[in-house]
């Protein structure tokens, strides 16, 4: 197996985040600081090290669907008395979320402990859409629909929403493909819209439904599959 491969499986960070690593002087391999991102490793045999600390596999990897209510932090790092979307899941084990809703969103997050599936279902270049409930003071109209497939600048860019559809009154629908942070919000405002509510209700192929706040449930091997077919040859069912 490749050192960057061993890392990102193993959540040290992302694959980019990896290579700066090897490149700073930060990971070591028996003892000997590693030559390349690209480095063959024995996982079985060799010892990894990063900034003085041994890295290992996990022994089996877990993929769940949960329901993330107002509230909760999607963060593995706590800020005094925080609540974390993972104490969801509390007993299973070191886990963390692909991805991230904010505090004040609700909704389907996924919950793994596979850092390569994190990064293949978070990574842009998948084009894995997501899918927003937003509810607004206001009626919307048809140009404020008109106003948020026009888009906005963040972060200097100019972003779109696959599509906006109004729901009922005061309630819409919006796709994204790469999601910015608080790029919902963002339209929503740009919109002249006041948002009440916020919910992520699809992933790709896995919708919310009907699953109460809090509650949650592992991933088949199928619906895993289809978020990262690339993963697919290192499929195997683990149950927590």
């Known amino acids: ?48 090290f990063v900034r003085g600390k041994q890295v290992k596999m996990p022994s089996s990897f877990a993929y769940f669907l949960v329901h993330k209510p107002v509230g909760y932090i999607c963060s593995n790092k706590r800020m005094g008395t925080q609540r974390l979307a993972v104490d969801l899941l509390q007993g299973r084990g070191r886990l963390f979320t692909v991805g991230r809703l904010d505090k004040d969103t609700s909704g389907l997050i996924l919950i793994t402990n596979d850092g390569d599936f994190a990064e293949a279902v978070s990574h842009p270049r998948n084009g894995i859409h997501k899918e927003y409930l937003v509810k607004t003071e206001e009626e919307i109209t048809a140009d404020h629909l008109k106003r948020l497939t026009e888009g906005t600048i963040i972060d200097r860019t100019l972003v779109k929403p696959i599509s906006a559809k109004k729901m009922r009154r005061g309630t819409l629908k919006i796709v994204l493909g790469e999601g910015k942070k608080h790029e919902v919000r963002e339209l929503v405002r740009h919109a002249g819209l006041t948002l009440t509510a916020l919910s992520r209700i699809r992933i790709g192929s896995l919708h919310l439904g009907k699953m109460p706040p809090g509650d949650y449930r592992p991933l088949s091997i199928a619906e895993r599959e289809e978020l990262a077919p690339s993963l697919a040859d290192n499929s195997e069912d683990i149950s927590l």
Request: charged letters at 30%.
């Open 1 to 48: 197996m490749r050192l960057i491969k061993f890392l990102s499986k193993a959540n040290i960070s992302s694959r980019r985040e990896v290579e700066k690593l090897i490149s700073f002087h930060h990971v070591k391999v028996n003892g000997r600081l590693a030559s390349s991102p690209f480095q063959e490793i024995d996982p079985s045999r060799d010892r990894i």
